[in-house]
């Protein structure tokens, strides 16, 4: 499995990105996907995912400003993120537990996150 994450970039408070998470090696739409970040100094922390029939989770810190989305098309995972803030400064990574769950609801256990992509980062900021 291989994950590709990209749309990283400096942005202005209040601003937004999308990053997008390409995949290799599986079928994004069958498997449970997630983003993580990590912060300076900080723990990595899970901040969104979707499973495999669709049903989608997000961290109190970025619910009603981030949308987690999949691209089956391109096989890709993409996170829009809006009114950002500058405590959303962080190193973005695209995660999926390599379990498949086509029909699953569930995808916020986060400990069975095994296969990372590279990160991009992501800096709010004037």
């Known amino acids: 499995v291989e994950l590709v994450e990209s749309g990283g970039g400096l942005v202005q408070p209040a601003g937004s990105l999308r990053l997008s998470c390409a995949a290799s090696?599986?079928?994004?739409?069958?498997?449970?996907m997630a983003w993580f970040r990590q912060a300076p100094g900080k723990e990595r922390e899970a901040i969104s995912c979707?499973?495999?029939?669709?049903?989608?989770f997000y961290a109190d810190a970025v619910k009603g400003r981030f949308i987690i989305s999949r691209d089956n098309g391109n096989n890709s995972v993409n996170l829009q993120m809006n009114s950002l803030k500058p405590e959303d400064t962080a190193v973005y990574y695209c995660?999926?537990?390599?379990?498949?769950?086509?029909?699953?609801?569930?995808?916020?256990?986060?400990?069975?996150?095994?296969?990372w992509g590279q990160g991009t980062q992501v800096t709010v900021s004037l």
């Open positions: 995660a999926t537990d390599g379990l498949f769950d086509r029909y699953g609801s569930t995808c916020n256990h986060w400990e069975k996150y095994s296969s």
């Open positions: 090696g599986l079928t994004v739409r069958y498997y449970p």
């Open positions: 979707v499973s495999g029939d669709g049903t989608t």
